[in-house]
Structure formats: structure tokens, C-alpha cells
């Protein structure tokens, strides 16, 4: 099955600076890419996706690439901000196969004001 | 806040006893999806129901078990609790199959296991 890994566990970044996550990704049928957001206690939220017919896509401060070749894709997040501090989920899957997620391990950053 | 609600909110139970999670799907939602999130975790995958049926399962043994009632509410249900189900247990719903991006987390129910 799919085996999805994600780095750095843990990222520290001062406010205003760029902030990246990257996942790697075993099985070339995933074919969508999400990225969710949980804040301490809560339920994860997604905040950007992707999938495998682009190689980017942005939304404001927010932006993933996706290298299917290398099967990898990365979170950018650019000037961050304090309330930007949560555990980032990246997730793996082939969009018409029930929508099973394969979820990478989490990295937890702190925005440093 | 999405319309996806869990209950109970947590749960303490002993090992080889036996518990029941519910998940209410947000409106005009046929499709949810179970995870388990072990602490410091992503989720895990646990199965999906589509209309009252199980369509696709994760690596979990048969002691998880679930259902999807005719207004497309879920229950997981675990027998036989390890100490290893400790988790955090999601629920997610969509309005159909595909779609991936329309697929709303619920708040969780945290299961601990002693």
C-alpha cells in the first residue's frame, strides 16, 4: 500500500519567514495530494490540495508543488504568522479509490513572534 | 465549524471491554469515512460506509466494525479493546465517492484505554 512520509517533524520559524514542509509518497497511482491544518484539540482542516494534472497551485500565503516524477510534494507557507503555529498534515490518495488517505506523520511548527 | 458532529467526546474504557463511537454526517452527506490518531500521529484509515454499505477498509483487524444508518449516520464499534486503540477517533463525510476536497473532518472522540 501507499506509504507516505513527511519531514521535518518539528519546525521553528521566526514570524515573517518562509516556512516549508515537504512529503514523499510510494505508490505513482496517488493522483491527489491534500494538506491539513490541526490546531491543538481540534479536528484537522483541509487548506490546500493538489492534483497530479497540476505542479502547483497557490492560495494566498499558501502554496504546494507536487514533482510527480520524484513523487514528492511540498507546503510552502510564506510570511508567517503566529496563528500559523499547528501540527500540518500532508495526505496521499487515488481520488476515485474511496477516498482512503494515507496521512503522513505530522510536523508541528511554532511561529516564534 | 463543519456540520460533522462525534459522540461521546472522550471515552475511558478497560482493556477487553467493548465501545460504540457515533458520527453524524454533515447534511446532503451518503459517504463516511473512519480514522484512527494515535498521539503524536496522522490518521489512520480505518474504513468507509456508502450508502449503508462498507466500501473499502484499512489495516485494521475484524474487531473493528462499523454501520451506516438509512440517514447516513455511522457508529465504529471496537470489541475486545487493546491498549493500543488509545486514539483519537475521526470521523469524516463527503457527499459522494469522489470529491476528496469536499471531505469534512468531525470533531473526534478520544479513547483511552486502561
Known amino acids: 500500500g501507499e506509504n507516505v512520509e513527511q519531514h521535518p517533524s518539528t519546525l521553528s520559524v521566526q514570524e515573517g519567514d518562509s516556512a516549508v514542509i515537504k512529503c514523499t509518497y510510494s505508490?505513482?497511482?496517488?493522483?491527489?495530494f491534500p494538506w491539513y491544518k490541526q490546531e491543538l484539540g481540534k479536528r484537522p482542516q483541509l487548506i490546500i490540495d493538489i492534483r497530479s494534472n497540476v505542479g502547483e497551485k497557490k492560495d494566498q500565503r499558501i502554496a504546494v508543488t507536487l514533482n510527480k516524477t520524484a513523487k514528492h510534494f511540498s507546503l510552502h507557507i510564506t510570511e508567517t504568522q503566529p496563528e500559523d503555529s499547528a501540527v500540518y498534515f500532508c495526505?496521499?490518495?487515488?481520488?476515485?479509490?474511496?477516498?482512503?488517505?494515507?496521512f503522513g506523520s505530522g510536523t508541528k511548527l511554532n511561529v516564534k513572534p | 465549524e463543519t456540520g460533522v458532529t462525534q459522540s461521546p467526546t472522550h471515552l475511558i474504557k478497560t482493556r477487553g471491554q467493548q465501545v460504540t463511537l457515533r458520527c453524524s454526517s454533515q447534511s446532503g452527506h451518503n459517504t463516511v469515512s473512519w480514522y484512527q490518531q494515535a498521539l503524536g500521529q496522522g490518521p489512520q484509515f480505518i474504513f468507509q460506509?456508502?450508502?449503508?454499505?462498507?466500501?473499502g477498509r484499512g489495516n485494521f483487524p475484524p474487531r473493528f466494525s462499523g454501520l451506516q444508518f438509512p440517514n447516513y449516520s455511522s457508529e465504529l464499534n471496537v470489541n475486545a479493546l487493546e491498549l493500543d486503540d488509545s486514539a483519537l477517533y475521526l470521523c469524516?463525510?463527503?457527499?459522494?465517492?469522489?470529491?476528496?476536497?469536499?471531505?469534512?473532518f468531525g470533531p473526534g472522540t478520544r479513547l483511552t484505554v486502561l
Open positions: 460506509y456508502y450508502r449503508e454499505e462498507e466500501n
Open positions: 505508490d505513482s497511482a496517488s493522483n491527489y
Open positions: 469524516a463525510s463527503s457527499p459522494r465517492l469522489a470529491g476528496a476536497d469536499e471531505q469534512f
Open positions: 495526505a496521499a490518495s487515488i481520488e476515485s479509490n474511496f477516498n482512503k488517505f494515507y
